[in-house]
Nanobody, 117 residues
Framework: QVQLVESGGGLVQAGGSLRLSCAASGRTRSTYRTGWFRQAPGKEREFVSHITWSGGSTYYADSVKGRFTISRDNAKNTVYLQMNSLKPEDTATYYC??????????WGQGTQVTVSS
């Protein structure tokens, strides 16, 4: 079992920045990949970014590429999502998840990000 807790969400004006954190506990493994997803009201959940355990490989959705940066500190079992140049369309609940081979087995409870125009 892996427990994930997201934090760092909040209300920010367009153009502003936030940094989300995803703290993991339990049976974390070096094979895990950590992903960030988001879901806006009335919309389906969408992929935002992921990072491998080593941090050597990252991937971003086109909608956030160049604005968001994913990173990790394995000593703290924490993955971060630095979000810059935020837009109102980034408003959503953001979730982190861990898994292997593209299957995300464990999910956090989410943190709300609201970007005002």
């Amino acid at each position: 079992q892996v427990q994930l807790v997201e934090s760092g969400g909040g209300l920010v004006q367009a153009g502003g920045s936030l940094r989300l954190s995803c703290a993991a506990s339990g049976r974390t493994r070096s094979t895990y990949r950590t992903g960030w997803f988001r879901q806006a009201p009335g919309k389906e959940r969408e992929f935002v970014s992921h990072i491998t355990w080593s941090g050597g490989s990252t991937y971003y959705a086109d909608s956030v590429k160049g604005r968001f940066t994913i990173s990790r500190d394995n000593a703290k079992n924490t993955v971060y999502l630095q979000m810059n140049s935020l837009k109102p369309e980034d408003t959503a609940t953001y979730y982190c998840a861990v898994g292997t081979a593209g299957i995300y087995a464990y999910w956090g409870q989410g943190t709300q990000v609201t970007v005002s125009s």
